[in-house]
């Protein structure tokens, strides 16, 4: 994606960013080869010795402490990037539930404790047999505690109808055989 550089951008960040994408790249992987090769094949020049040996140990250790900071960096910058577009699909959904925007600021034991409710909202959706209808472990609570006072109150109605019938009472309107 080619777009122009922003003027805050420093000339290490340019660097870095260039630096970055050489790297990944199948020509420098070409060049690392290929000095390798170069290496091994001057190995006889040099009787093997510990001083070719020890041009590639450091030069190899030098690259590798580098490149530590650069792909650091570079998973630094991607991860926010990620986190950022996330926050915006979040915050623009309706019915999401907004408390998971700049969750990634949060400590290992608020995670830890979000995703508990999140386990729990799962457990309540399975129990609903269907995952489609909860936002929220706000909204999944209520809805199992709506859920239970309705079979409640339904059991109830069900279980006071049985017992008028059994005394030979049945609720007004309704019509039993002794009546007829």
Do not use: C
């Not at 094949?41 to 530590?68: C, H, K, R």
């Not at 926050?87 to 979000?114: F, P, Q």
Request: no cysteine; glycine share 4%; aromatic share 8%.
């Amino acid at each position: 994606m080619n777009r122009p550089e922003h003027a805050s951008a420093s000339i290490l960040e340019r660097f870095a960013r260039v630096l970055t994408q050489w790297t990944g790249s199948t020509s420098a992987f070409t060049i690392a080869f290929g000095v390798i090769v170069v290496w091994g094949a001057t190995g006889w020049l040099f009787d093997y010795s510990d001083t070719w040996q020890l041009v590639i140990n450091t030069s190899t250790t030098i690259v590798t402490f580098l490149m530590v900071f650069l792909i650091q960096r570079s998973q630094n910058k991607d991860s926010l990037a990620i986190h950022l577009k996330l926050n915006e699909l979040v915050a623009s959904m309706k019915g999401a539930s907004n408390r998971i925007v700049n969750v990634e600021d949060l400590t290992e034991a608020e995670l830890r404790t979000l995703h508990d409710h999140y386990v729990r909202l799962a457990q309540l959706a399975e129990r609903d047999a269907n995952i489609l209808e909860s936002h929220s472990v706000d909204e999944a609570d209520a809805r199992y505690a709506e859920k239970l006072a309705d079979e409640a109150r339904h059991a109830e109605v069900h279980q006071g109808g049985r017992r008028r019938r059994r005394h030979g009472r049945e609720p007004s309107g309704s019509v039993t055989p002794a009546t007829k």
